[in-house]
């Protein structure tokens, strides 16, 4: 799988070894703008592996490119310009404001002192907590808001760097159905905007809804990767993920509904 | 924070002001810019103002170092001694008291703290290794902290005879006595280099807000950043023992205090911290002039006595804040 020249992420071999073990091994992909793509898998599949392989934040062989050019030849600034990241826990560790948090978004292009806005940076970051429905929230200190209002603050640090590519790992974890929902139609939305969205999930029936491409992970390597419909066959789910689902359509809509365990 | 700086001045003043003869601001403004009362001009330029330099600095120094480490560790129970640096600085000074060296060579100790204090960096990065995460930094840290501490008791243990070991034992107490220009020569660079060292890698804390992997992704060099407020720390905590022996709590209550002023942004904190630093130790060195004692009371033993109660109070106001914070 050779790079189309307008890819805006393009992975070549890449494999990653921590500590002596292998994590990843040989992940060939590459995705277009405008994606909203599910990263998928069993537990210690090495889906957060590939999601910092991908951020540049874990020594990787083979060859990462962005925007047609090799992730290791960006400077730290661009690099961070061009590739949003967020990371799993949603923690922050000091009780900053909602908006001092989003805030951050705008670190890598400069912003020095959340208090002393320039009318650019304060537009961007009002536009990222509008889009994720946090606006009352900014003066709120993040340490006290709920998971979901958390969740979504982080969110907006993330829309706020406003790159081109935004990687979330499991930005749904541990969230109610209305802020998960909320959470995949925000990153859904994003995609639509014109960025590539890539999000490590374990819900496979909002991927199989949502996702505009799946990229299954089963032992550090690529499994498949397609539209939902052609990844989740029944002997890959009965393979990987050892369930069976049931699987219904619905309103133009796919429903996939992890059933039963099988051996 | 115009306070603060104003608060900065006012007891700089203050302190080329007190002691056993007592000068009015007037006074001491006069000893400073015009040759009058030669008496003043001697005791404010020559015996106060090296004193006033050096708690400012030194203070500044700890209330700095200590923001930055609890920005760098994202906790407020961070201290500048975490790494090791004051307490390896204190074991080389203490060696030369033992040895001697002191009287031979009158730059030796404080000479010999600065080397102890970024020896301690290369041994600490020897044992951790360069890329290593804050856990093991911390350990690694916890090690030479302890192996600093038992050389400076086995360095007391064989002092050549009783009055070399409270050389050192007062030496240990921390003091700005007696202290001159010479000291400040010595000290001040070191100090000026750590301080802009720090202030330059402030920014990258408030992206430590979010975790590690965060602020890499935001363009923070997290290793490099590690490294440089280890050393800059070290480099200024290992000139103010240099010059003033082991002068504890100031690095952990100056940033406390100020959060409560500036609120919790850590990069926000470093200069109001650096401030309260240098008020709190001017502070405390015109309170040992003032308070009378049979014996000098050490401004080392007096920031840790008035540190330790107004310690436990934060801890205890900080509990009933995060018990209410997750109601």
Known sequence: ?263 | MPVLAGLTLLFFLASLGAGPVRLSPAEVIAALFSPGDEAARIIVLEIRLPRAILAVAIGGMLGLAGASMQGLLRNPLADPSLFGAPQSAALAAVMTLTLGLNHTLSWGLPVAAILGALASVALLLAVAGRSASLLLLILAGLAVSSMAGAGTVLAMNLAPNPFAALEIAFWLLGSLEDRSMRHVMLAVPFIVVAMVLLFSQGKAFRALSLGEDAAESLGVPVTRLRILVILGVALGTGASVAVAGTISFIGLVAPHLMRAVVGPDPTRLLLPSALAGAVLLMLADIAVRLIPASSDIKVGVLTSIIGVPFFLLLILRERRRLAGGLA
Do not use: C
Request: aromatic share 2%.
């Open chain 1, 1 to 263: 799988m050779t790079a189309p020249s307008r890819s805006m992420l393009n992975l070549h071999d890449v494999s990653v070894s921590l500590g002596g073990r292998s994590i990843l091994q040989h992940v060939s992909l590459s995705l277009e703008k405008g994606r909203f793509v599910v990263l998928i898998g069993p537990n210690g599949a090495g889906k957060t592996t590939l999601l910092r392989a991908m951020a540049g934040l874990v020594a990787a062989t083979g060859e990462v490119m962005v925007d047609g050019a090799p992730l290791t030849t960006l400077t730290r600034q661009k690099r961070a310009q061009k590739i949003a990241y967020l990371p799993q826990g949603h923690q922050v560790h000091w009780p900053l404001s909602a908006r001092d948090v989003v805030a951050l978004g705008r670190f890598p292009h400069g912003l020095a002192d959340p208090e002393n806005l320039s009318p650019e940076h304060a537009a961007i970051i009002a536009a990222a907590m509008e889009r994720t429905g946090t606006t009352a929230l900014a003066a709120r200190n993040v340490q006290s808001l709920s998971g979901g209002e958390r969740a979504r603050v982080m969110l907006a640090r993330v829309l706020a760097v406003d790159a081109p590519i935004l990687l979330a790992d499991e930005p749904t974890a541990s969230l109610d159905p209305h802020h998960q929902l909320a959470v995949m139609h925000d990153l859904q939305t994003e995609a639509r905007r014109g960025t590539l969205v890539i999000a490590v999930t374990h819900d496979i029936g909002l991927a199989a809804r949502l996702a505009d491409e799946v990229i299954l992970i089963a032992d550090g390597r690529l499994a498949a990767m397609g539209p939902p419909a052609a990844v989740f066959t029944p002997e890959r789910l009965a393979e990987i993920y050892r369930i069976r689902a049931v699987h219904q359509e619905m309103a133009g809509e796919t429903l996939l509904v992890p059933w039963e365990t099988v051996p």
